[in-house]
């Protein structure tokens, strides 16, 4: 080889390796992440729980300059949490856009509800633990649980029963308790924890069995009487309420509060977020202004843990929904 192509060639790898290591060749690197404005989509409509978790993240980010990048909050309500879940699982590898995750980003995907699952998703953290109240308003007639229960044995479908979503939290209790106690209700979906809210206090419904901070206000002003919590326990919040277990009903169940990405984002930006929200839990505003004021179990998992759980709660529904007869 000639003193003139050993330098040719010594060139061509020089420049090959540098295009091979150059930073401009790693597009998701991210390096100077969030450079522009994080969108959080609640996949429901304003004034429930979900909208209510997204703008308080956005509020007390900002507040806090936890992540000093805006922060917009998107509703993209519509099937039962299904639509806003397709939008952001469908955004594969970009960082700038987060849902936040209840139920039915479990319950949609068993039952074929959307296009995408758990695992088209970079899951950041679980931050609040939601059990269900079931509540009527105050001068319902069936004003405990065991006069409830009894009257919706009496009476199949009779009894118009008010819950977020076709296959929510909402829904799945009271399908746990028809089959705990052979009671039959006529369950009516709406788009938001706050339109199910509305519907009871305009008498479009008979029973709601949404969570705590959705109806608390109407508790306190004496509208609305919570007859039972589906926690393990009795909540700090209201002692007097008995557990729906102690009613007869083995009902235990609640709803994961928790924040997703699309999948493969990068490591960085994956890490960021986690680290941000970690921060976010560790806040005194939020723990004031979240938490204890929504009534709320503080309940914080990182990305790991919190996937883990996801999978386990998916075995669990799949045999809840089997057992119900909604899925094969």
């Given at each position: ?162 819950g977020t979503g076709a296959t929510g939290s909402d829904r799945i209790v009271s399908l746990m308790l028809e089959k705990e106690t052979g009671a039959k209700f006529n369950f009516i979906p709406f788009q938001s924890g706050g339109e199910v809210t509305t519907a009871l206090l305009g008498k479009h419904v008979d029973v709601i069995a ?119």
């Amino acid at each position: 080889m000639t003193l003139k192509n050993k330098i040719e060639l010594i060139m061509c790898v020089t420049i090959v390796c540098g295009l091979i290591f150059s930073p401009l060749s790693l597009p998701c690197a991210h390096a100077d992440y969030p450079a522009k404005p994080i969108h959080i989509v609640a996949p429901y409509a304003p004034g429930g729980g979900t909208d209510i978790l997204a703008r308080t993240i956005a509020a007390i980010m900002g507040k806090e300059k936890i992540i000093t990048s805006p922060i917009i909050v998107e509703n993209r309500p519509g099937g039962g949490g299904a639509v806003g879940m397709d939008y952001v699982g469908a955004k594969k590898g970009n960082p700038y856009y987060l849902l936040t995750v209840v139920t039915t980003f479990i319950s949609n995907p068993i039952l074929k509800l959307t296009k995408v699952s758990y695992k088209d998703f970079t899951i950041i953290c679980q931050l609040a633990f939601d059990p269900n109240i079931i509540t009527v308003r105050t001068d319902y007639k069936y004003n405990t649980m065991e006069k409830l229960i009894e009257a919706a044995k009496k009476n199949p479908g009779k009894i118009r029963y008010g819950g977020t979503g076709a296959t929510g939290s909402d829904r799945i209790v009271s399908l746990m308790l028809e089959k705990e106690t052979g009671a039959k209700f006529n369950f009516i979906p709406f788009q938001s924890g706050g339109e199910v809210t509305t519907a009871l206090l305009g008498k479009h419904v008979d029973v709601i069995a949404n969570q705590m901070n959705e109806s608390y206000s109407q508790i306190m002003a004496g509208k609305f009487k919570a007859l039972a919590i589906t926690s393990e326990e009795r909540s700090k919040y209201m002692p007097d309420m008995p557990t729906v277990k102690e009613s007869g009903a083995n009902v235990i169940f609640g709803t994961m509060r928790g924040i997703a990405a699309p999948a493969d984002i990068s490591e960085e930006a994956r890490k960021f977020l986690e680290d941000a929200f970690t921060k976010l839990d560790a806040s005194e505003r939020w723990q004031k202004e979240y938490i204890q004021k929504f009534q709320l179990q503080r309940q914080f998992r990182n990305g790991a843990e919190f996937r883990k759980r996801i999978i386990e709660t998916t075995e669990r529904y799949k045999e809840i929904y089997k057992t119900l007869g909604l899925l094969k």
